[in-house]
């Protein structure tokens, strides 16, 4: 979601801001800006609806400079994108803000400042945070003792960064909800929201914990806790290479992202053969913890809530062990009975999704024998935080519609299953089948791929839609749920997911000539059922759009296009289907004409509730 970038360092940082916000573009953003003090301590600012490109616009067309600097790219909550609501926000020209996450008692904040004379010149809520700033500011505080004042105000998630003109060299920042890095350089020093952004100038990196307070400058910096404790944080050195954010071949990072995943499904994997999974993958004390695990609870948002939709099947069908799977925003919410020896288990492509973080933050003590993450991001929130870890090798991923991410999580979750299931009712010839099918899988992902073409010309058909019903079976259910996801967040198309046996309970009154239907058709037990669903389509004037295994039996005829799948053993069927159903919905996207990589409204992480 939004972005923050903080320099402040013997050399002029204004090139190192803007490469700050390139690199956090994926995340998702509407409008960009920068506050520099110049060498006479006079704020400057650029604030720009739109792309990181305006911003640099305006910089060439009118260069600020200065060794100090915030900037900032949103992502709208509270007003609409414009450059007034876009950060920083200033306070009399003397002080600037950036602020991640969402203040709660804003507008209690904003009616005691207005008495007190402030003008308010944005929508947003995080304007109270730069005038509360000033108004301790005035009364003599030093920077970092009225930031302290300004947060013990604040109610809600925030990531803040602050400079004065009256402090020269020194940003202060505070973090509680959301997340905030410090970039340690040699005679500079830097803060982001994530350390990609800072990688172009370090690699030396300290995560800031919940309720830390940073005052910086060039040659050091000071980190308080929330009992205003000086304290020091672990440093962390981060060698791997730095992975370019370049498309290659491709003209969408979304459709190179989807090419790349018999790599990432093979990295993930990557057990040699005939050797069994290993606990260790998922932490030191993993063998210790899953001796103890009799249930699991899965807790994620949007696609990776699916993937643990998925895991359920497996979990209960090969492992015998009782899986729930809750969406994070309602799990915090409701009163809970947990069934003795769960796991939690969150799953987060960033590691930093709000409301999933902070539903492990809520798990009661002992309610959970212990806490897994699945995740691709290192250092994240939620890896820093739960027992044991599971880092899927998907590479970064720039779409903000999730590909290789999604399909990475469900090697993850097989791999789960087999680790549980060997405690309990898995034989280890159901052990080594599953091993052999992994080692397989990214040969079936590179036939899948094969049918782009095919899959290319068949998305022409969904170009004059609005509205689309997507139905599967079983385990493939939750496929379906994906694929319609996928479709309406880059092409704006209407889509909602069925059990196919639950058509005739509503969802069949939408059907028509111009609601295309598209189904997941494998060669399992339920395909005999699934075919008398789609009967029902057919029969009804319907436009069927069928992805079935070439051994299933369907045919193309009157308003029923099938797409051969490439026959692979079942358990691997809903990650082979969705590669597919990721091509459909990348072409029917480019055919409309949409921003495939950064579709409206949307970010790639999501730090907010």
């Not at 801001?17 to 704020?43: C, F, H, I, K, Q």
């Not at 308010?120 to 700033?133: G, Q």
Request: aromatic share 6%; glycine share 8%.
């Amino acid at each position: 979601m939004c972005g923050i970038v903080a320099a402040t360092a013997r050399r002029e940082v204004s090139e190192i801001l803007l490469e700050g916000l390139r690199r956090l573009e994926y995340r998702g953003y509407d409008s960009a800006g920068m506050a520099l003090l110049d060498g006479n301590g006079l704020l400057q600012l650029h604030k720009r609806e739109g792309k990181v490109a305006e911003l640099e616009s305006a910089q060439h067309d009118k260069p600020l400079s200065g060794n100090i600097g915030i900037a900032h790219t949103r992502w709208a909550t509270h007003g609409k994108p414009s450059a007034a609501n876009s950060h920083p926000h200033h306070s009399s020209n003397r002080v600037a803000v950036v602020h991640n996450g969402i203040i709660e008692n804003h507008e209690a904040l904003r009616e005691e400042l207005c008495g007190q004379g402030y003008e308010f010149l944005s929508e947003t809520d995080s304007e109270v945070v730069v005038h509360l700033l000033h108004g301790f500011l005035v009364q003599g505080e030093s920077l970092l003792d009225a930031m302290r004042k300004t947060v013990a105000r604040l109610e809600g998630a925030y990531a803040l960064a602050a400079l004065d003109c009256e402090h020269p060299r020194e940003i202060v920042a505070a973090r509680e909800g959301s997340p905030l890095v410090i970039g340690i350089g040699i005679g500079e020093n830097f803060l982001a929201s994530d350390q990609l952004a800072l990688r172009q100038v370090t690699d030396r990196f300290i995560f800031l914990e919940e309720g830390d307070l940073v005052s910086m400058s060039p040659s050091s910096f000071e980190i308080y806790d929330r009992d205003n404790l000086a304290v020091e944080r672990e440093r962390t050195h981060i060698s791997d290479a730095i992975e370019v954010a370049d498309k290659g071949s491709y003209n969408h990072f979304m459709m190179k992202e989807i090419f790349e995943q018999p790599r990432a499904l093979a990295d993930t994997f990557k057990t040699r053969p005939g050797k069994p999974i290993a606990d260790e993958r998922f932490g030191p004390k993993a063998a210790e913890i899953f001796d103890q695990v009799t249930a699991v609870q899965i807790v994620a948002c949007g696609t990776s809530y699916h993937s643990g939709m998925v895991a359920r099947y497996w979990l209960e069908e090969l492992a015998g062990i009782p899986c729930q799977v809750e969406v994070a925003s309602e799990f915090r919410y409701r009163t809970r009975v947990q069934h003795p020896g769960t796991l939690l288990v969150t799953v987060s492509q960033s590691g930093e999704t709000a409301d999933t973080l902070a539903a492990l933050r809520n798990a009661a003590e002992n309610e959970f024998v212990g806490s897994l993450v699945i995740a691709n991001v290192d250092n994240s929130s939620l890896v820093r935080e739960s027992d044991l870890v599971f880092l899927t090798r998907a590479g970064a991923e720039i779409g903000v519609a999730s590909t290789k991410a999604f399909t990475t999580q469900l090697v993850a979750f097989l791999m789960l299953t087999v680790a549980l299931g060997r405690r309990g009712t898995m034989t280890p010839e159901k052990q080594q089948e599953l091993s052999v099918a992994l080692h397989k899988l990214p040969d079936y992902v590179s036939q899948t791929l094969q049918l782009d073409p095919v899959i290319e010309a068949l998305s022409e058909s969904f170009i004059p839609k609005h509205h689309s019903l997507f139905l599967g079976r079983g385990i493939l259910y939750p496929i379906a749920m994906e694929g319609a996801l996928k479709l309406k967040e880059i092409s704006y198309i209407h889509a909602e997911a069925y059990p196919a046996g639950e058509l005739k309970h509503g969802p069949l009154a939408l059907v028509d000539a111009d609601m295309p239907v598209v189904a997941v058709a494998p060669n399992d037990e339920l395909l005999e059922k699934l075919k008398s669903n789609l009967e029902e389509v057919r029969s009804r004037g319907g436009e069927l759009y069928v992805f079935a295994d070439r051994e299933a039996g369907f045919t193309d005829s009157s308003r029923v296009h099938v797409m051969s799948m490439p026959s692979c053993p079942e358990v691997l069927m809903p990650i082979v289907y969705t590669v597919a159903l990721q091509l459909l919905s990348y072409h029917v996207a480019v055919q409309k004409g949409t921003d495939v990589d950064k579709p409206r409204n949307l970010a790639k992480s999501v730090t907010v509730e």
